[in-house]
């Protein structure tokens, strides 16, 4: 009774070694393989963005039909931060300012979508040369590995796997 116990009980554990952790490596590179497609499609919109000074319609559906194309779902964050220059202090006599600041206001996304969805842009422009532009992505379902992993260890495990930010000053002003 004691060697068929040894034997099922070692049967089961080269299953786990020669079935179950190979599937396993299997899924990280997958995940390996969705990280870099979701990065490269990231960093040549925002790229594309800093280099020309807009964001169409067009390379948001690019981006996201490229990162939707890894099997996963993700959350898209976009932030605009627009450089200006605001006078302080008190005004002279002929209106003119001594002092300045520089400031930063911040366009996330709902800002940006609307001018996407608009009909009659679908385009967002109001990027300036010297504004900062940054695109952040994030899965929001389990990726197959981490379903594994949680099965195997016994654990939960976080959602978030695959996340990629990503930004930059702006080159250009695009200009009609």
């Known amino acids: 009774m004691g060697d068929s116990l040894s034997v099922i009980f070692a049967t089961i554990v080269a299953a786990i070694i020669m079935f179950l952790f190979p599937m396993l490596d299997t899924w990280e590179r997958q995940d390996d393989l969705s990280y870099m497609a979701a990065y490269t499609a990231v960093v040549d919109m925002v790229d594309a963005v800093r280099n020309t000074g807009r964001l169409t319609e067009d390379m948001y559906s690019d981006l996201v039909s490229a990162i939707t194309t890894t099997g996963n779902r993700f959350k898209v964050q976009m932030e605009h931060r627009e450089y200006v220059i605001v006078p302080k202090g008190v005004p002279n006599a002929d209106g003119s300012y001594n002092d300045y600041e520089m400031v930063y206001i911040t366009h996330y996304t709902d800002d940006i979508l609307a001018y996407l969805t608009n009909p009659s842009s679908g385009e967002y422009t109001e990027f300036n040369k010297g504004d900062f532009f940054y ?42």
């Open 135 to 176: 695109v952040s992505i994030k899965n929001t379902n389990k990726t197959q590995a981490t379903m594994m992993k949680q099965n195997l260890y016994g654990t939960r495990m976080e959602t978030f796997k695959i996340g990629v930010p990503y930004g930059g000053q702006i080159k250009n002003e695009y200009s009609r």
